[in-house]
C-alpha cells in the first residue's frame, strides 16, 4: 500500500477515536446530570421528611402543654384536703425532674415531697425568746451557766416543740462552754430527734448534725465529724427537710469542709426554678402563665396561676414524642430539638447547621418554644442513592471504557494495518529489487554469449563466472524466501547432528569472502581453543551467519574489513560478527530482529535488503536453544553474537 493509500486509513483512525471520545463524553456527562437530579430529589425527600416531623412534633406538644395546663387549673379550682394528693398524683405522671407547686395561705407547698433540696418557704416565726429571757440573763449577765441549765432544762418539757428545741440548743451551748463534750454532744443527738421542729428558720436535725459536726472537729475528733458531715449531706441531697436557699447552700459548704461530693446540680436547678414559679405565682392574677427557664444549663418549663404551679423538666420532653412520632424519626434519620424564643437551647442540643431544619416558631404555633426538625443520618435517605449513582456511573463508566477500549483496539488495529501494508511495501520492493539485479546480469550476460560477441576464451570464462556467481545468488534468495514461508508456516524442519562449529564458520567465512572478494571487501576469521562441539542443523547454521555476514558488508560502506569469532563462553558457543559501518540506534535495536523491519538508515543510504534475514537468524537460533545478543552504537559499528548450547 502506497503512502496516499495510508491517508484515507489514518483520517478513519482519527475519525474512529474521535467518535468513541464524544459518546464516552455524552454518557458520562449524562450520567453525572443523572447523579445531580437523583440528589436533588433526595434533598427534596428530606426536606419534606423535616417539614412533617416537626408538624407531627407541634401537635404532639400542643397536646401535651394543652393537658398540662387542664390539669394545672383543677388544682387551682379545688380549694379542699385532697388537692395535695391531687397534686403528689400529677406530679408522679410528669418525670423525675418535674415538680408540682401549691401555694395556700402565703405558703407553698412541693409535691412529690423530697425532690427540692431547698423549698420555696414562708418567713419563718418568731423564736420564742420570752420564755428565755430568765435563763439568758443567767448565762449572760451573771454567768450562773448552772442554774440557767436547770431553767432551761425544764422548758425541754414544753408542749411547744419550738421552745423545747430552742432549749436543747441553749443547753448544748452551756455544755460546750464547760467543756463537757460529750454531753454536749448527746444534747444535740437529742435536738435531732424533735423530727419536724425547727430552731429559728432552719430545721432542728440538720441543726444538730452540723453542730455535732463542728464540736467534733473542733475536739480533734476526725472521723466522727466525717460521718456527722456525710450524714448532713445525705439529708441535704434527700431534700427531706423544708429550708431555703441560703441554708442550703451554707450546709453544703459546711459539709464539703471535711467531705466533698459532686453536687446535685440538676436537682438544685429544680429546686431554684420552683421557688421562682412559686414567687410569679403569688404575684401573678387570673388566668395562666408559661414562661422558658434557664438555671445551671438546664431549661424548664413554667407553667402557674395565682395558686398552683408546675415545672417540667427535660425528662418530662422526653416521654411527650408519641411511638409513631419516635418511630418515624428513627427510621427516617431525624432528630427534635427546641429553643426558647431567644434561640437558647431548651432541648435535644445545638446545631452548626440551621439552614438544614424545619423550624416551627413560638409564635405562630403558641408554645413555649421554637420547634426544630433536622436530619442527623442522611445515608438513610442518599445511602440508596448513592448506591444507584455509584451503580450508574459504573455502569457508564464501564460503558464509556469500553466505548474508549474499542475505540483503542481499532485504532491499535488500523495502525497495524497500516504498519503491515507499509513494511510488505517495503518487502515486495525489495524483494523486487533483489531479483531485478542478478536476472538482469544473467540477461544480459546469456545475450552477450548467445550472440557470439564474447569471442576471447578468458572473456567467456569471466562470463561464466559472473553468471554462476548471480546463480548463486538468485539461488540464495530463493531459498531464504522458502525457508521464510516454511518459519512462519511451522513447516521447518531441522536435522540435528554434531557438528563443529569452527568448521562450519570457517567454510561460511571463506565461501562468503569469495563472494564479496571482487567489492574489496576482507573478512578476518578467528577461533579459540578447545571450542566445544554442537548439535545442530548444518545448512540453518551456516545460513544464520550468511545473513550476519551478508548485513555485516551491506551496513559498511566505509571500513571493508568484517571480523568473526568463534570462541567458549561458560560452556556456550559464541559466534561473533563484528563490524565498523554505520551502526544501529537504540531506539531500532528492539524491532531489528522483527519481519519486514528495516531500519532508517537503510532506506535513507537505498541499502538493498529484504527486511527477513534477521528475523530468520533469531528463529533458526532459538530453535536451536541458543540466544541472539546486539551490541551496537551508531557510527561504530555492530557486533552480533550467536550463543549455541555447547555438548559435553
Same mark, same amino acid.
Given at each position: ?66 393537658? $398540662? ?91 411547744? @416543740? ?18 463537757? $463534750? ?115 444549663? @438546664? ?110 483496539? $481499532? ?30 546480469? @544473467? ?206
Amino acid at each position: 500500500m502506497t503512502r496516499t493509500g495510508w491517508l484515507p486509513l489514518r483520517r478513519w483512525m482519527v475519525v474512529s477515536l474521535a467518535i468513541a471520545l464524544l459518546l464516552a463524553g455524552t454518557l458520562l456527562w449524562l450520567g453525572w446530570r443523572l447523579a445531580v437530579q437523583d440528589r436533588q430529589v433526595a434533598a427534596q425527600r428530606m426536606h419534606e421528611q423535616r417539614e412533617n416531623a416537626a408538624d407531627l412534633a407541634v401537635a404532639a406538644l400542643q397536646r401535651a402543654v394543652s393537658q $398540662v395546663e387542664e390539669r394545672l387549673a383543677i388544682l387551682a379550682a379545688g380549694q379542699d384536703s385532697a388537692a395535695a394528693e391531687r397534686a403528689a398524683a400529677i406530679a408522679g405522671e410528669l418525670g423525675d425532674d418535674s415538680v408540682v407547686l401549691l401555694m395556700r395561705e402565703g405558703t407553698a407547698s412541693a409535691y412529690p415531697a423530697g425532690r427540692l433540696v431547698f423549698s420555696p418557704v414562708a418567713p419563718a416565726p418568731p423564736e420564742p425568746t420570752a420564755a428565755f429571757i430568765e435563763a439568758d440573763a443567767l448565762e449572760f449577765q451573771q454567768q450562773d451557766l448552772r442554774r440557767a441549765q436547770v431553767i432551761l432544762q425544764g422548758l425541754t418539757n414544753s408542749p411547744d @416543740l419550738s421552745i423545747r428545741a430552742a432549749a436543747v440548743l441553749r443547753i448544748a451551748r452551756i455544755q460546750r462552754k464547760q467543756e463537757r $463534750v460529750d454531753e454536749a454532744l448527746a444534747s444535740y443527738l437529742a435536738l435531732g430527734r424533735l423530727g419536724q421542729a425547727r430552731v429559728g428558720d432552719r430545721p432542728a436535725p440538720l441543726v444538730a448534725l452540723h453542730a455535732r459536726m463542728s464540736l467534733l472537729e473542733r475536739a480533734g475528733r476526725r472521723a466522727p465529724a466525717e460521718t456527722e458531715a456525710r450524714s448532713l449531706r445525705d439529708a441535704l441531697d434527700a431534700g427531706t427537710y423544708r429550708l431555703d436557699r441560703g441554708a442550703y447552700e451554707y450546709f453544703i459548704q459546711e459539709s464539703e469542709r471535711l467531705v466533698r461530693r459532686p453536687r446535685n446540680t440538676r436537682a438544685e436547678a429544680l429546686s431554684a426554678v420552683a421557688g421562682q414559679v412559686a414567687d410569679m405565682a403569688r404575684s401573678t392574677g387570673a388566668g395562666s402563665r408559661r414562661a422558658v427557664v434557664h438555671e445551671s444549663g @438546664l431549661a424548664f418549663l413554667a407553667a402557674w396561676r395565682h395558686d398552683a404551679g408546675v415545672v417540667l423538666g427535660p425528662q418530662w420532653l422526653e416521654t411527650q414524642w408519641p411511638a409513631a412520632l419516635k418511630e418515624t424519626l428513627e427510621e427516617q434519620g431525624l432528630a427534635l430539638r427546641l429553643t426558647d424564643p431567644d434561640g437558647r437551647p431548651v432541648w435535644g442540643g445545638a446545631t452548626t447547621d440551621a439552614g438544614s431544619e424545619a423550624v416551627r416558631l413560638a409564635a405562630t404555633t403558641s408554645l413555649p418554644w421554637n420547634v426544630h426538625a433536622r436530619t442527623v443520618r442522611p445515608e438513610l435517605v442518599l445511602g440508596p442513592t448513592a448506591t444507584r449513582q455509584r451503580l450508574l456511573l459504573a455502569a457508564l463508566a464501564i460503558i464509556g471504557v469500553l466505548v474508549l477500549g474499542g475505540g483503542v483496539v $481499532v485504532a491499535r488495529a488500523v495502525t497495524r494495518e497500516i504498519e503491515v501494508s507499509r513494511l510488505q511495501s517495503d518487502f515486495v520492493s525489495a524483494i523486487s529489487h533483489e531479483f531485478r539485479t542478478p536476472l538482469t546480469s @544473467l540477461c544480459l550476460l546469456s545475450e552477450q554469449l548467445d550472440s557470439g560477441a564474447v569471442v576471447s576464451e578468458q572473456a567467456r570464462r569471466e562470463y561464466y563466472g559472473t553468471l554462476a556467481r548471480e546463480s548463486q545468488r538468485l539461488r540464495r534468495l530463493v531459498e531464504g524466501l522458502l525457508d521464510f514461508g516454511r518459519m512462519e508456516a511451522g513447516a521447518e524442519q531441522y536435522r540435528f547432528e554434531e557438528h563443529d562449529p569452527v568448521e562450519i564458520a570457517r567454510d561460511v567465512v571463506a565461501e562468503f569472502q569469495r563472494e564479496v572478494e571482487a567489492q574489496g571487501y576482507r573478512v578476518e576469521f578467528s577461533s579459540g581453543d578447545r571450542v566445544p562441539l554442537i548439535r545442530g542443523d548444518r545448512p540453518a547454521l551456516a545460513s544464520a551467519l550468511w545473513n550476519l555476514l551478508d548485513n555485516a558488508v551491506k551496513y559498511s560502506p566505509a571500513t571493508r574489513t568484517v571480523w568473526v569469532e568463534v570462541g567458549d563462553e561458560r560452556g556456550r558457543v559464541a559466534l561473533r560478527v563484528r563490524d565498523e559501518g554505520l551502526g544501529i540506534p537504540k531506539s531500532e535495536q528492539a524491532r531489528v530482529f522483527a519481519k519486514f523491519v528495516r531500519g532508517e538508515a537503510a532506506r535513507a543510504r537505498g541499502i538493498r535488503g529484504t527486511g527477513i534475514g534477521l528475523a530468520t537468524v533469531r528463529h533458526i537460533v532459538e530453535r536451536h536453544g541458543g540466544e541472539i545478543r546486539l551490541e551496537s552504537e551508531p557510527g561504530h559499528g555492530t557486533t552480533f553474537t550467536i550463543l549455541l548450547p555447547g555438548m559435553e
